[in-house]
Nanobody, 128 residues
Framework: EVQLVESGGGLVQAGGSLRLSCAAS????????IGWFRQAPGKEREEVSC????????YYADSVKGRFTISSDNAKRTGYLQMNSLKPEDTAVYYC?????????????????????WGNGTLVTVSS
């Protein structure tokens, strides 16, 4: 059974930083894609970022480019999302998800996500 555990959320002032972690246990595929998503109150879930172990590809939503950095420790099956220069509009529940290499991919100018397993989320609140 695959289980994902997110951590690192919390309350931070605008301009501050947080680092989210996602530990995936029970995931046995050779390659892994780790994605981060978020859902703000009253809004649809939004794709934030993704990283693939097979080719090192990383993807970011335009809204977080230059502020968020995704990384991973493939041996530990753990992903990280370093969030800097946080804004109140970053407030949301952040979810991590994993899949094989197909979890995220680029086709022309679009990025497609296809995740298989999801965590329960961690709340990030950015005060103004």
């Amino acid at each position: 059974e695959v289980q994902l555990v997110e951590s690192g959320g919390g309350l931070v002032q605008a301009g501050g930083s947080l680092r989210l972690s996602c530990a995936a246990s029970g995931f046995t595929a050779d390659d892994i894609a780790i994605g981060w998503f978020r859902q703000a109150p009253g809004k649809e879930r939004e794709e934030v970022s993704c990283i693939r172990s097979d080719d090192g590809s990383t993807y970011y939503a335009d809204s977080v480019k230059g502020r968020f950095t995704i990384s991973s420790d493939n041996a530990k099956r753990t992903g990280y999302l370093q969030m800097n220069s946080l804004k109140p509009e970053d407030t949301a529940v952040y979810y991590c998800a994993v899949a094989g290499w197909w979890g995220c991919s680029r086709w022309y100018s679009s990025v497609y996500y296809d995740m298989d397993y999801w965590g329960n989320g961690t709340l990030v609140t950015v005060s103004s």
